[in-house]
């Protein structure tokens, strides 16, 4: 006689998964980015176009939201709802990022244009490091990225980092100094290849 197959448990409603999300369940969160990853990420799409920053926006607000769940109350609304909040508040933020950055090359453009030309043009070592600079950032996945931009143009401390991301704070510690190490030596190949 063969065994009786068990058929599978069906999967719970969005109020259950939404509570054992905030109870720190992580096949919750698994059913939550199987129901709404699509949803997010249109949102995303629909802000910057298909590409890593619609890409980004998703993962950081599913991590973001896991990091933070604390914050979610299944009592004052739908884990989808909030979900949309956590990728808005995301969109928000890689807005900002991009507009900072597109202020600083301007700014960088400007200034090698407002420099005297003495014997032909010449390139300003600190006009051409903030250009190498950008280039590199542009190159950094995330979480580094977002964690170097909060450090050095948002001037927080590892401590607000590690409580704005919901990382831990050695995490911050450790990405902070493995990028500035790669920054660095990237910057002194780019940068000797600029003098050369």
Sequence with gaps: MPPALVPPAPEPDDAEVGRRFAAGDEQALAWAYERWAGQLHGMAVRAFGPGPDAEDVTQQTFVSAWT???GY?????PLPAWLVGVCRHKIADTWARR???????????????????????????AVADRVLLLGELDRLGQPQRGIIELAFFEDLTHAQIAARTGLPLGTVKSHIRRTLERLRT???????????
């Design 68 to 70: 933070g769940r604390a």
């Design 186 to 196: 990237r910057l002194e190949v780019d940068g000797a290849a600029l003098q050369s």
């Design 99 to 125: 507009d900072r950055q597109r202020r600083t090359a301007e700014a960088a453009v400007a200034q090698a244009q407002a420099a005297p030309q003495v014997g032909g043009p010449l390139v300003d070592a």
């Design 73 to 77: 109350r299944p009592d004052q609304g």
